[in-house]
């Protein structure tokens, strides 16, 4: 029988390292955001959706959507957010549930969803599997890694759910404070246990 577990974690927490890791594992991972691009695809009806909403300015002159410009929109107002989120989350979920129609009987599946928690889908899954680290870190990260401004890093960070309300949604949790082994070693853990959940 599929297990069906729910992956998320706050902006630059390490969560797509953690996804990649259990893919190494065997898990089958549904990658949400991968799934979002392909639903706003050019072309497709949600990005028609999309630029009737919120403008042709939302577009690049190639007619792909320009992420950076709506982005910048969104952030900077949850009412406009929410617009995008009701357009893009009915695809994505009717995507994921595509994939995962074709994963084998028996697959650990893991759907890597960044708004996990935010959009109410705890609930859903067998197990939910949490990223964390503190929100120092995250706004490190963003800024030296990821090139952003700290204003734009910390509106990122409070467009999304506390990491109180992450953790209480947490079946694991993955404290990614520690080295690339240290973390192997926990997603090797907690692979494990899922393994045993679903053998039960």
């Known amino acids: 029988m599929t297990l069906r577990v729910g992956l998320t974690g706050g902006v630059a927490s390490g969560k797509s390292t953690v996804a990649a890791m259990l893919a190494e594992l065997g898990a089958v991972v549904v ?19 999309v630029v009737a909403q919120f403008g042709p300015e939302v577009l690049l002159p190639s007619g792909e959507l ?17 617009e995008l989120e009701a357009i893009i989350h009915p695809r994505v979920r009717d995507l994921a549930a595509e994939v995962e129609a074709g994963a084998p009987p028996d697959a650990v599946v893991v759907h890597d969803i960044p708004l996990l928690v935010e959009t109410g889908q705890a609930h859903g899954f067998d197990a939910v599997v949490v990223v964390d680290v503190p929100v120092e870190t995250q706004l490190r990260r963003m800024v030296e890694l990821r090139g952003m401004a700290a204003e734009e890093a910390q509106a990122r960070i409070a467009a999304q759910a506390t990491r109180v309300q992450r953790r209480a949604a947490a ?20 692979f494990a246990s899922l393994q045993r959940g679903q053998a039960r």
């Open 66 to 82: 320009d992420r950076p410009a709506l982005a910048s929109v969104v952030f900077a107002s949850e009412p406009r957010r929410r």
């Open 31 to 49: 990658d949400a955001d991968l799934l979002a691009r392909e639903a706003v695809a050019p072309g497709s009806e949600g990005l028609a959706e």
């Open 171 to 190: 079946t694991y949790l993955i404290e990614n404070t520690g080295d690339l082994e240290h973390l192997r070693a926990r997603v090797q853990d907690v």
